[in-house]
Each structure stands twice: as structure tokens, then as C-alpha cells.
């Protein structure tokens, strides 16, 4: 079973002007299929989905403090010391992250650093790890591979960075697939690409996607289930098609209300700074659809059928 | 450099502020007049902390009044130098075009020239002294700060109050000196401190071959007399040692002052714009 | 093409500016075209005057001037006896040996070292390292020989006091150049030290490397497949940029351990006044450093992808 199963994470930066909460005590299952499905974080920009993400690849910086369980094949990977962490990274638990063209190194072909996870991971040598790689690349339909392979980083545009990133990543078959925003900045085709690349990985390898976005519709394309954050908190937790047509929390129904084609109507105010939260629910603030005890009780996460929402509205 | 540390400048202040009232104060510090006589080659004991040299001045004299003349040529070498620099980068960035090609190939030319052979060359042919040595460090020293004022300069030309002030049709002097000049200075002062440090090197390298004056001694000159008199095969280290040192400390204070002054700089341009 | 432009022009603005330098001082030319260091009849010297072509008009002079320079004839020392191409020529070997040994030996040195301290965190070790290697930076290249051959020479007497050899065979040269080889060395050393250390603490917050590590990599390993090619790359230009400095230094080191290099030829020709042996020192100087900076430009596109042309 391995499933990765965040209990209770919750992360803090020491910063200059305080502390800063960004994860606050989330609880998320992710599971390879075929016993589950990929799980898609939506969020807006700031409320802490990057750094979840961080803390689940133990990739957190050296100012930030995790707390709580992120439990994989029974151990909680925050114990890890940094070399057992990069046995799995890579290997079991793989990651895209964002900047596509600044998370590759510039003075290196793109066939060595593919080839880089077979080196590192399998021990393979310079010229089988680089055929690999050309594997890899070839099922990608990535047009001259061989000529592509000794190509470096700048002479690629952002889009074909990405998916050489996610080649990489998934050429290990990882048990768990760590995407931050990948399709943040691409034109739509290359977005198209990009979502079928991510597909693809899930359905071929049994990949369990931990996809973090703000984009709904890939969320919706690639993900089984949502889970919705705001302010560091999971707001809501549902299966996708469910929740596509009728959203229960109200940060959530105003997101979708927000999406171009249905209203792009903008939630008013902004995110809390998570320095200082709003005391109770932390989006009353905004939310159209506040009571009393909105402003000083902080909601619990209710289930219902495997539906989770906190808000006092459904208690 | 980063990760230098609030240590570190500390440090660099308190030693620059030694020397510097050391040559300020060097009447009143030194404990005889540099030129008086007393028997010579004597290791250091209780009246003579250093001992004396070959004609019998006190070292520790020699040394105090040493640093008025190393930290003057210095000093005055690297204003000369960021001067320079500040101005050709400035007219460079600035005004760009037929300006910038001339004064960037007149620079390019000045970084190939080997400079220290240049100075023993004119040196060699004028008459030797400090303020020649000082001048003509200030004349050749001002390439680097020349290129990172240009750079910075081409950035802020762009920036939109600038752009907005040439809208409004502000005179050129006026925005060199209200918009771009504010913008750059704390660029330059972290370069003229490690100017200084490079102009006091030099200085010092070229006095030990004779060029500075025998009037004045550099710390520079107190060393050519101590090897040039045998101080090293006699094995009179309080001649040769502490001169040395004392040119050592003081670069290693204005250095010190100039990387912590830097490191402030890139986290406020990392920081704002 | 442009560049070897650029070059060729500095070259022609410096050898000019050197021919003007004698020319441009007070005193008597004649004096300043040969050296203050020659005893000739009243008779001999018009002929002299005659034959330096003082005579004619600066523009021929000129001409003159460069007609020896292409034929490589740079004029004759007085103080040396000798024309002074082959004064300078007899030592310019161990002048490089010194210099190219140096070199090698401090850059390799100080990017090692500068890469290990930038890349750690902050410790007692990486602070005393980086104070150490700052004190050696901030010495002046003659004084810290003063030192190695004050401590190592005549206190513990490890090494000999002076020469470039005394029995010609290579274990007594070996001996003869430890202590200037080290001087220079650590002078550079130093300075690459402190160049290599800020590169690498600049390269490690970038995104390549959170990369590298959610690939799977740790460690000094990121540091040696990722981070130190990068960090590098200013090095190889700073090198052929700093040929000049690096070579001065170098003449300072031979003075201090009288070694028969171009230092004291420098040293013996400054005492004497011997013009033309110092600016052919100087001219042969500037070609190297010319040469060093073609070379640096020419290697540059061959480690660093993003400046290849067509690509």
C-alpha cells in the first residue's frame, strides 16, 4: 500500500516580521490507482499549496518548521535525514516543480540531466542512462531526439522544458507524482500537451498525481478528487465531478464563479496575510454568507461520504 | 560575498579607526621623532618597542607616521580612481551611443595596459615619490568601477521615474545628479573602499622597490630599507615584520568595511529595485 | 572578428604610447632612449644621436620606431651589454615557469577550497578558513614571500635564501622554486578562494538546485555534478582578465628570492635607468596579457553553452 497519508501537517516560517503558519494541521490522502484516484489542490496564489508541496518532498527551507505526519510505506518521511530522503526523491516520490527553464541547469544537455535519475537511482552508467533518456524522449514524440538529447536548456522554449521535466520524473515509474503548477505560464496548446504528458504518467505507471494548481481546468481534467485551500487550511475535500457541480463551500463556489466561463466574477477583498489570521473561520471576511459564529469559532472538518467541508454551514 | 557577517564589519571599522588615529594623532602616539638617531640595529627592549633601523630611528616612530603616508596615497589613489570611474560610467550609460563606444574602447585599452610596469617605467624616468605613485594609481585603476556604473547606470536610465523625468523635459545635469547619481552611490562606495585596498597594495609594492619617497616613509619604504639592508638575512624581524603587517591589517579592515558595505547593497537591490 | 580588431588596436594605442613615453619625459631623449647607465665619447655621441634618428622629424621617427618592433629588435642595453631582446629572453622562462605553475597550482587551490566554504553552512571552520585566506589576500605579494623565506628559509632553513638553481639538477630546482611557487600560489589561491566561495553561495539558492535534490541528489554531490561548473565559469575569464596583476605579483615574488627571472631584471634595470630594458619588459608584457585575454575569449564558448554562436 503505498499510499502517502498527510495527518495533521502543519508547516511555519521564522521570518523577520513573525511567524508565519502556511500549512495549518491539513490531513490528506493520496493513493496510487487503482484503489484511488489523483488528488488535485486548488488554491489561490499565497495560501501555502507550494509549500505543502515542499513538505511533502522534504524540500522545506531551512527557516521553516513542519510539524505532524507525512506517512509513506510506514514511515513519517519529516524524520527522514537528508540522505534517506534522496533514495526516495526521484525514485518513489517524484516532483515537477515551477520555472521549468530555471529548475534545469544551464551548462548541461538535456540528455545528461534526464539520464541524471538513471545514473543516480540505478547506478547506470553515462551511455545507458543517455539511451534511456532517448527512450523516454521518443515516447514523448518529441520530433529529433538525438539531436534534441545534446540540446541545453536555453535553446528549448518554456513548454518543451517542462515536459523534458516531467520525462524526467516519471522515468522511475514513482509510486507518488508531485506536480506544482505546471501548467502556470503556457499557452494553451503547450498547456494541452503538458495535461496529456501528466495523464499519461498517471494511467501508465500507476502513478499517484499530487497535481497543485490554480488551474481549474487541468484539476479537472487529470483529477478524481479536489481538495481546496485557503489560508493554509483544506477547506474542502471532494470527488471532482461532484464537486464541479455543486461546490459546498462558499470560497469554493466563488471560485468557480470566478472561472471565465462561468461568471468571472471576482471574490471581493484578498487572502488573509498568514502572519495574522482572521480569528474564526478564516474567510468569513469575505464570505457572502457569514454568520455569528463564523467570526469567532473556527469550523471543524465535517465528512459525509467521503465529502469534507469545514464550515459552519454544514455541521 | 555574502555570509560575511555583522562580525566582520565591526571588526574592519575598529581596525581602520586604530590606524586612522594612529596617522592622525602620530605627533602625539609615536614615542620619539621618526629622524631622531639613536644607536643602531638594536632589537626592541624597553625604550625602543620595535628597536631601531640601520641609521638608528626608532621603528615604532617609523611605523606610526608611516601610516599618515600609506593610508594619504591610498586613499587619495582610489578618489582619484572612483572619481574617474564614476565619471566615465556615468557619461557612458547615461548619453550611450557614439560616447559609450569611445570611452568602452578607451577602457578596454586601459585594462590591457600592465600597469605596475607602467608606474616602475614612469617612476624610473620622473623624479620617485608618493604623490607621483598616488597620482598615477588613480589614473589607472578606475576600469572596474567605470564598468559597474555603466551597468547600473544602463539599468536606472530605463527605470520609470527617470523616463518620466525626461518626459518632463528635465536638463541632463539635472537628472545625473537628482535621479540616476542617488541611485548608484551606494554601488560606489563599496568599490572605493576595496579601490583603497588595491591603491594600498600598489602603493606599498612599489615603495618596497624604492619609488616612494625616502622623506615620507611609507610602510612600503620601510620595508625596501629593511631588505635592501640586510634586515631579513640578519634575521631583525622587528624591522621586517611589523610594517608588513600593519599594511596587511589595514587592507584587511578596508576590505572588510567594503564587503559588508556590498553585501548590504545586493540585499537592498535584492530587496526594492 | 570584431574582438582580434579590438585587440590588434589596443596594441597598436599601447606600443604607440610607449614609443612617446621617452620622448614625452624632461631630460635629454638621447639619455632616455638608452639608459642613464652608458660612458660614451663626446665624438660617439652625434653619431649616437644620428643613428637613434633624433635628428629627423618625429613622424619618421615613428616609422622607425615600428620597423623595429616588427623586426622584433627592441633596442640595446648599456647595463647588460646585450641587445635587449635576448636580456629578456634568457629570462622569460622562469618568469613563466613560475607564473604558469602558480597558476595552475592557486586556481585549482582556491576554487576547491572557495567551493567547500560557500557551500557549507556557517562554521568555526569555514570562518577561520575565510579570515585566513582574506589576511593572505590582503598582503602584498612581496611581503608574504617575505615571510615564507623569513620563517621557512632563514629561521628554519628548509629551503635555500635565493637563486633559481644551484646544481642544475631538477630535485635542486624543485627545492630552489618551492617557497616562490607557494608564495604565488597562495596569493592566488586566496583570491580565487574568495571569488569561488561568494559564486557558490550566489548558485545555491537557485532552482537548479532544489531540483537537483528532488531528483535525488544530496550533498557535496550536488555541489560537484551542479553547482561547481556554473560557479566556475567567472573564473576562467577572471584568470586570463587578472594575467597582468598575476604577472606583476610574480615579478615581485623574484625579487624577493632572487630568482633570474623578470623581476630583477626589472629591479636591476630600475637601479640603472636602463630605459630601453624596462619598456621592452613592459611591451613583451602587454603581448602576453593580450594574448591571455584571445585566449580566455577563445575558451569561453567551449565550457559555457550559452555564448556558442549557432546555437
Same mark, same amino acid.
Given at each position: 500500500m503505498s499510499c502517502l497519508k498527510i495527518e495533521e501537517l502543519s508547516v511555519r516560517y521564522s521570518t523577520s516580521s513573525g511567524a508565519l503558519t502556511a500549512v495549518d494541521r491539513v490531513s490528506l490522502d493520496l493513493c496510487p490507482p487503482p484503489s484511488s484516484q489523483a488528488l488535485a489542490l486548488v488554491g489561490e496564489t499565497g495560501c501555502g499549496k507550494t509549500t505543502l508541496a515542499l513538505a511533502v518532498l522534504g524540500l522545506l527551507p531551512a527557516n521553516a518548521e513542519a510539524s505532524g505526519r507525512v506517512l509513506y510505506e510506514g514511515r513519517n518521511l519529516l524524520d527522514l535525514s537528508e540522505r534517506e530522503w534522496s533514495r526516495l526523491r526521484g525514485d518513489r516520490i517524484s516532483a515537477v516543480l515551477q520555472n521549468p527553464s530555471l529548475a534545469l541547469n544551464p551548462v548541461y544537455t538535456i540528455g545528461h540531466q534526464i539520464g541524471e535519475v538513471f545514473r543516480i537511482h540505478r547506478g547506470d552508467r553515462r551511455d545507458d542512462a543517455y539511451q534511456k533518456a532517448a527512450a523516454l524522449l521518443e515516447r514523448m514524440k518529441l520530433g529529433d531526439v538525438k539531436r534534441r538529447l545534446a540540446m541545453y536548456p536555453h535553446q528549448f522554449?518554456?513548454?518543451?522544458?517542462?515536459? !523534458?521535466?516531467?520525462? #524526467?520524473? !516519471?522515468?522511475?515509474?514513482?509510486?507518488?507524482? !508531485?506536480?506544482?503548477?505546471?501548467?502556470?505560464?503556457?499557452?494553451?496548446?503547450?498547456?494541452s500537451a503538458v495535461i496529456e504528458e501528466l495523464r499519461i504518467a498517471g494511467a501508465e505507471s500507476e502513478t #499517484?498525481?499530487?497535481?497543485?494548481?490554480?488551474?481549474?481546468?487541468?484539476?479537472?481534467?487529470?483529477?478524481?478528487?479536489?481538495?481546496?485551500?485557503? @489560508?493554509?487550511?483544506? !477547506?474542502?475535500?471532494?470527488?471532482?465531478? @461532484?464537486?464541479? #457541480?455543486?461546490?459546498?463551500?462558499?470560497?469554493?463556489?466563488?471560485?468557480?464563479?470566478?472561472?471565465?466561463?462561468?461568471?468571472?466574477? @471576482?471574490?471581493?477583498?484578498?487572502?488573509? @496575510?498568514?502572519?495574522?489570521?482572521?480569528?474564526?473561520?478564516?474567510?468569513?471576511?469575505?464570505?457572502?454568507?457569514?454568520?455569528?459564529?463564523?467570526?469567532d469559532i473556527r469550523p471543524e472538518t465535517s465528512t459525509d461520504a467521503g465529502w469534507e467541508v469545514r464550515c459552519h454551514l454544514y455541521r | 560575498m555574502k555570509a560575511a557577517g555583522p562580525a566582520f564589519s565591526r571588526?574592519?571599522?575598529?581596525?581602520? =579607526?586604530?590606524?586612522?588615529?594612529?596617522? =592622525?594623532?602620530?605627533?602625539?602616539?609615536?614615542?620619539?621623532?621618526?629622524?631622531e638617531r639613536f644607536a643602531p640595529y638594536t632589537p626592541p627592549d624597553g625604550t625602543h618597542i620595535l628597536g631601531t633601523n640601520d641609521l638608528g630611528h626608532d621603528i615604532l616612530s617609523e611605523l606610526i607616521f608611516g601610516s599618515r603616508v600609506s593610508l594619504l596615497v591610498g586613499f587619495g589613489a582610489a578618489l582619484i580612481a572612483t572619481i574617474l570611474g564614476l565619471g566615465i560610467g556615468l557619461v557612458s550609460g547615461y548619453f550611450k551611443?557614439?560616447?559609450?563606444?569611445?570611452?568602452?574602447?578607451v577602457t578596454d585599452i586601459f585594462l590591457l595596459i600592465p600597469r605596475i610596469p607602467l608606474i616602475i617605467i614612469l617612476a624610473a624616468f620622473l623624479r620617485p615619490s608618493s604623490w607621483l605613485i598616488g597620482l598615477v594609481i588613480g589614473l589607472l585603476w578606475w576600469t572596474s568601477t567605470a564598468r559597474i556604473v555603466r551597468s547600473r547606470v544602463l539599468q536606472v536610465r530605463e527605470m520609470d521615474f527617470v523616463l518620466s523625468a525626461r518626459c518632463l523635459g528635465f536638463s541632463h545635469r539635472h537628472i545625473v545628479f537628482s535621479e540616476i547619481l542617488p541611485n548608484i552611490i551606494h554601488l560606489v562606495l563599496p568599490k572605493f573602499m576595496l579601490t583603497i585596498a588595491t591603491a594600498m597594495i600598489a602603493e606599498a609594492s612599489l615603495s618596497f622597490l624604492g619609488l616612494g619617497d625616502p622623506g615620507m616613509k611609507s610602510w612600503g619604504m620601510m620595508l625596501n630599507f629593511a631588505f635592501q639592508k640586510g634586515a631579513l638575512v640578519n634575521g631583525l624581524w622587528w624591522w621586517l615584520l611589523p610594517p608588513g603587517l600593519c599594511i596587511t591589517l589595514i587592507v584587511v579592515a578596508v576590505v572588510l568595511i567594503g564587503l559588508s558595505w556590498e553585501e548590504r547593497e545586493t540585499a537592498g537591490i535584492a530587496a526594492g529595485g | 572578428m570584431k574582438k582580434s580588431l579590438r585587440y590588434l588596436i589596443a596594441l %597598436?594605442?599601447?606600443?604607440?604610447?610607449?614609443? %612617446?613615453?621617452?620622448?614625452?619625459?624632461?631630460?635629454?631623449?638621447?639619455?632616455?632612449?638608452?639608459?642613464?647607465?652608458?660612458?660614451?665619447?663626446?665624438?660617439?655621441?652625434?653619431?649616437?644621436?644620428?643613428?637613434?634618428?633624433?635628428?629627423?622629424?618625429?613622424?619618421?621617427?615613428?616609422?622607425?620606431?615600428?620597423?623595429?618592433?616588427?623586426?622584433?629588435?627592441?633596442?640595446?642595453?648599456?647595463?647588460?651589454?646585450?641587445?635587449?631582446?635576448?636580456?629578456?629572453?634568457?629570462?622569460?622562462?622562469?618568469?613563466?615557469?613560475?607564473?604558469?605553475?602558480?597558476?595552475?597550482?592557486?586556481?585549482?587551490?582556491?576554487?576547491?577550497?572557495?567551493?567547500?566554504?560557500?557551500?557549507?553552512?556557517?562554521?568555526?571552520?569555514?570562518?577561520?578558513?575565510?579570515?585566513?585566506?582574506?589576511?593572505?589576500?590582503?598582503?602584498?605579494? %612581496?611581503?608574504?614571500?617575505?615571510?615564507?623565506?623569513?620563517?621557512?628559509?632563514?629561521?628554519?632553513?628548509?629551503?635555500?635564501?635565493?637563486?633559481?638553481?644551484?646544481?642544475?639538477?631538477?630535485?635542486?630546482?624543485?627545492?630552489?622554486?618551492?617557497?616562490?611557487?607557494?608564495?604565488?600560489?597562495?596569493?592566488?589561491?586566496?583570491?580565487?578562494?574568495?571569488?569561488?566561495?561568494?559564486?557558490?553561495?550566489?548558485?545555491?539558492?537557485?532552482?537548479?538546485?532544489?531540483?537537483a535534490r528532488a531528483k535525488g541528489l544530496f550533498g557535496r554531490r550536488i555541489l560537484f555534478r551542479h553547482v561547481f561548473k556554473n560557479a566556475s565559469l567567472p573564473i576562467v575569464t577572471l584568470i586570463a582578465l587578472d594575467f597582468g596583476f598575476i604577472f606583476s605579483g610574480a615579478l615581485f615574488v623574484e625579487i624577493v628570492f632572487s630568482m633570474n627571472g623578470l623581476g630583477t631584471l626589472i629591479y636591476d634595470a630600475l637601479l640603472a635607468r636602463d630605459y630601453p630594458v624596462l619598456q621592452g619588459i613592459f611591451l613583451i608584457i602587454t603581448v602576453m596579457v593580450v594574448v591571455a585575454n584571445a585566449a580566455a575569449d577563445a575558451v569561453y564558448p567551449l565550457i559555457d553553452p550559452r555564448v556558442r554562436k549557432g546555437v
Open positions: 522554449s518554456e513548454g518543451m522544458n517542462q515536459r !523534458v521535466l516531467i520525462a #524526467a520524473a !516519471v522515468a522511475l515509474k514513482p509510486r507518488i507524482l !508531485v506536480a506544482d503548477e505546471p501548467t502556470k505560464g503556457l499557452d494553451a496548446d503547450l498547456k #499517484a498525481l499530487f497535481l497543485i494548481t490554480h488551474d481549474l481546468d487541468a484539476a479537472g481534467i487529470l483529477c478524481g478528487r479536489i481538495a481546496v485551500m485557503y @489560508a493554509g487550511e483544506i !477547506v474542502e475535500q471532494a470527488e471532482a465531478r @461532484a464537486f464541479f #457541480a455543486e461546490p459546498k463551500h462558499p470560497y469554493a463556489q466563488a471560485l468557480l464563479d470566478s472561472l471565465p466561463e462561468r461568471g468571472f466574477l @471576482a471574490i471581493p477583498g484578498h487572502p488573509p @496575510a498568514l502572519t495574522a489570521p482572521p480569528q474564526g473561520c478564516r474567510f468569513h471576511p469575505r464570505c457572502p454568507r457569514r454568520m455569528e459564529a463564523c467570526r | 571588526t574592519g571599522l575598529v581596525l581602520f =579607526l586604530v590606524f586612522f588615529i594612529a596617522a =592622525l594623532f602620530a605627533d602625539i602616539l609615536a614615542p620619539f621623532p621618526p629622524q551611443g557614439a560616447a559609450d563606444h569611445i570611452l568602452m574602447g | %597598436f594605442v599601447i606600443f604607440t604610447l610607449n614609443f %612617446f613615453i621617452p620622448r614625452a619625459m624632461p631630460g635629454d631623449p638621447l639619455a632616455n632612449l638608452l639608459g642613464e647607465d652608458y660612458v660614451i665619447d663626446e665624438a660617439s655621441l652625434a653619431d649616437l644621436r644620428a643613428e637613434l634618428g633624433l635628428d629627423r622629424p618625429l613622424p619618421v621617427q615613428f616609422l622607425r620606431y615600428w620597423s623595429e618592433i616588427l623586426r622584433l629588435d627592441l633596442g640595446y642595453s648599456f647595463r647588460f651589454h646585450d641587445r635587449v631582446t635576448h636580456v629578456i629572453g634568457a629570462r622569460l622562462p622562469w618568469t613563466l615557469l613560475l607564473v604558469g605553475s602558480s597558476i595552475l597550482l592557486g586556481a585549482c587551490m582556491g576554487t576547491l577550497l572557495g567551493a567547500f566554504s560557500g557551500w557549507s553552512r556557517a562554521s568555526l571552520k569555514n570562518r577561520t578558513g575565510t579570515v585566513l585566506f582574506l589576511s593572505v589576500y590582503s598582503m602584498p605579494p %612581496f611581503f608574504l614571500s617575505l615571510l615564507l623565506l623569513y620563517v621557512f628559509a632563514f629561521r628554519l632553513g628548509w629551503f635555500p635564501l635565493k637563486g633559481v638553481y644551484a646544481s642544475g639538477e631538477w630535485t635542486d630546482i624543485l627545492r630552489h622554486f618551492f617557497l616562490p611557487v607557494m608564495s604565488l600560489t597562495l596569493y592566488l589561491a586566496a583570491r580565487y578562494y574568495l571569488i569561488m566561495r561568494g559564486s557558490v553561495i550566489q548558485e545555491r539558492d537557485k532552482a537548479y538546485v532544489l531540483y
